[in-house]
């Protein structure tokens, strides 16, 4: 019995500093999770403020770009103006699209962009009378953005405003 009282306490010293070393990794791996988790968030964060930011802008160019193709009948002083205003939107256009295809984590949505924005053009060069025909590549559009801002989410199909 004399042993056990001088090497009881070293031996529960010993397995505190165990105890207190193995509470203290435990610790930081749960630290370090939750960082990782936080970085991932964040990271994910400014992804979506980048593509909102190119889509938007994309979808500002498409809605002039259809605007003044659907006006179609230009006044015959005024038809060289307003094809060179055309081009210009239409050369914008293909800067907002190229920026998608910048920013847009999948090819989805960099697909969807080209194939929505090839119609308008078209459109701006051959003038429409009905948009209805861009309505289907807009929601293809609208949905690859979406499924690239929230991966794995299910869009609600209420809301939108287009029609499918």
């Known amino acids: 019995m004399g042993s056990w009282g001088a090497l009881g306490p070293a031996l529960l010293s010993l397995a505190g500093v165990a ?3 193995g509470g203290s990794l435990f610790g930081q791996y749960l630290v370090s999770r939750a960082g990782a ?13 980048e593509v909102k930011s190119a889509v938007l ?3 500002g160019v498409a809605a002039q770009v259809e605007k003044a193709a ?7 002083g ?5 094809d060179a205003e055309l081009g210009r939107l239409v050369d914008d ?24 924005a090839a119609p308008l053009a078209e459109a701006a060069r051959d003038g429409v009378s009905d948009g209805s025909a861009l ?16 991966p794995g989410r299910q869009r609600e199909t209420g809301g939108s405003a287009a029609p499918r």
């Open 135 to 150: 309505r289907g590549p807009q929601a293809r559009f609208f949905d690859a953005a979406y499924d690239d801002m929230w």
């Open 70 to 76: 659907l006006a179609g009948s230009r006044v015959a």
């Open 37 to 49: 988790r936080q970085f991932e968030a964040q990271a994910s964060a400014a992804h979506r403020a």
């Open 78 to 82: 005024a038809a060289a103006d307003a």
């Open 19 to 21: 105890l207190g070393a």
């Open 93 to 116: 256009l293909w800067l907002a699209q190229a920026e998608i295809d910048l920013a847009a984590r999948g090819e989805s949505l960099r697909g969807a962009a080209y194939r929505y």
């Open 57 to 59: 802008k994309f979808l």
